[in-house]
């Protein structure tokens, strides 16, 4: 029996209930000590980005503070190799778990074709070399991120969904279900680009139809950053070359190709993600354990410095192309723009810990993963990812959308789960001095700012206005006969107290396009 892969699946699988544990959790109120981002914070790549990316170099109690779990991982790879790979990734162990239930029954035989190791090495340094350009490009590939995304905008908008149903149903059991799990009878949540996130994920999944594991073996840079930090772990795989009979059992059974075909007693250190299947072995030839001798051992990474040159390359390229739109005039291009609005937890402070300004852009999108915690967990839906609004190199990160939800008074989640910094976490009495965006009325539209017959009144803005920001004032309309009007109540918005939290346009009847809308701080319209 092979007890060291039982290990290991149990360890993988004690993993992944973590992981789906914290990101359910990540509900507000926020009733427990444990950070639900701990994942995300022990992404050694997502800390190496975001430290690269800063567009001011960040003191060191900052990063300590927010990815001591990177650090303490990475050392563990320096002694132990690539064991995260193998026995702690969720998105690992869900690639195996859909390679055994849906790709090995239809294909059984592992393929060697394709074998592109080196890719990964390539995204890795162009992602580094973007970063330090001040664009986050890690996580379209970061396999911690990518997961987190997809759970937070696809997994868990679905099982609410279902929960609903439940809640709802008319027979019996399922009802009586729903009652004992707590399901939600009126929650109804969905994203932006939801479907996409899960396409994405379903195309990494199913990569494994070329070979298994195929993601993490040829285009994950995480695990192209703990391949070169831990190929001279001390934790190896050793071969008793005398017992070796070059039957290539373990070639077959290695599922990341660290094994070479024509000389089985060889192995790749930085592509072993010691999974202990190579145990397996009919001889008794091969065991694992502790090892000073790099004997039988390849611990090169095979990354020659022309594609070292052609990663620099895309990096700069990538970076220049995306960056473009917001470095020419501060902001991204689309008309939309004028709506991206960021959440009040997207602030700087002093030193003692004062507020200072909310971030502008370049500092934002420097600092944002795209992992979706701050979407997940905030409890109107206001958040959503963005979209052409915010160009190319914002896609994902998050933006007030007035029209599903508002930013509640007394909410402060979106700054306690963000991993990364690009949130900060702030108490609800601030939010008076955070302003966002701002409102602002359409008059052509507003049921209350009408002339003569069509006047209605409406005031629903500003009876919903939790800052007193708007108020009915007895005011005539501009190009009105003289005199008319009177006694009629017209909301007006009142920009020093004015936060943008988006809870008149939410409220408000007129569509499908509200008449009061929020506008970011810079736009025309809500500057």
Not at 181 to 203: N, S
Not at 266 to 277: A, G, R, S
Not at 296 to 322: C, F, N, W
Not at 414 to 440: M, Q, Y
Request: aromatic content about 8%; hydrophobic content about 45%.
């Amino acid at each position: 029996m092979n007890t060291g892969r039982l290990i290991r699946r149990i360890s993988q699988l004690a993993f992944l209930i973590a992981f789906v544990w914290l990101l359910w959790a990540a509900q507000w109120p926020l009733g427990f000590t444990t950070q639900p981002d701990l994942f995300l914070r022990a992404d050694p790549l997502a800390a190496l980005l975001t430290v690269l990316a800063a567009p001011h170099f960040p003191d060191v109690g900052s990063v300590l503070s927010l990815f001591w779990p990177a650090l303490v991982l990475l050392g563990l790879t320096a002694v132990l190799g690539r064991f995260y790979c193998g026995w702690v990734c969720p998105l690992g162990t869900c690639i195996d778990v859909f390679h055994r239930l849906a790709i090995y029954p239809l294909r059984r035989a592992d393929s060697r074709r394709a074998e592109w190791v080196r890719v990964k090495y390539v995204l890795l340094v162009a992602a580094m070399v973007a970063a330090l350009l001040g664009t986050q490009v890690g996580w379209w590939f970061d396999p911690i991120p990518l997961l987190t995304r997809a759970g937070a905008m696809v997994m868990h908008p679905l099982l609410q969904r279902i929960g609903v149903w439940m809640a709802h149903s008319t027979i019996g059991p399922v009802a009586a279900a729903a009652e004992r799990l707590g399901a939600p009878v009126l929650v109804y949540r969905g994203f932006e680009m939801m479907w996409t996130t899960g396409v994405v994920l379903l195309i990494v999944l199913s990569l494994s139809y070329v070979s298994r594991r195929y993601w993490c073996r040829n285009l994950c840079p995480l695990g192209a950053l703990l391949a070169f930090v831990g190929r001279f772990g001390l934790w190896r795989r050793l071969v008793d070359a005398d017992a070796c009979a070059h039957c290539n059992r373990c070639v077959t059974d290695c599922k990341t190709g660290a094994i070479r075909p024509h000389a089985p007693e060889i192995t790749q250190t930085p592509e072993c993600v010691l999974c202990y299947n190579c145990l397996n072995c009919g001889k008794g030839a091969t065991r694992i354990g502790l090892s000073l001798s790099s004997l039988g051992l390849h611990q090169r990474t095979d990354m020659p410095r022309r594609r070292v040159l052609e990663a620099v390359g895309a990096g700069l390229l990538y970076s220049t192309i995306v960056r473009y739109p917001l470095r020419r005039d501060r902001g991204p291009l689309s008309p939309r723009a004028q709506f991206l609005i960021r959440p009040p937890g997207a602030l700087l402070r002093s030193r003692d810990a004062q507020f200072l300004r909310t971030m502008d852009e370049e500092e934002f999108r420097a600092r944002c993963i795209r992992c979706g915690e701050c979407m997940k967990v905030c409890p109107t839906n206001v958040l959503q990812p963005a979209t052409l609004e915010a160009g190319f190199d914002g896609l994902f990160t998050p933006t007030l959308v007035a029209s599903m939800g508002f930013c509640k008074q007394s909410c402060t989640a979106c700054g306690e789960v963000c991993p990364s910094g690009a949130l900060r976490p702030f108490d609800s009495t601030e939010k008076p001095e955070i302003k966002i965006a701002l409102a602002r009325i359409d008059h052509s539209r507003c049921l209350s700012w009408q002339k003569g017959d069509r006047y209605t009144v409406c005031l629903i803005c500003e009876q919903s206005c939790p800052y007193g920001a708007i108020t009915a004032d007895d005011i005539g309309v501009p190009g009105a006969a003289a005199g008319s009007g009177v006694g009629q109540l017209r909301p007006v918005v009142h920009p020093d107290a004015c936060v943008g939290c988006g809870m008149c346009e939410f409220n408000c009847p007129v569509g499908p396009e509200a008449a009061i809308r929020i506008y970011r701080l810079e736009a025309p319209g809500g500057s």
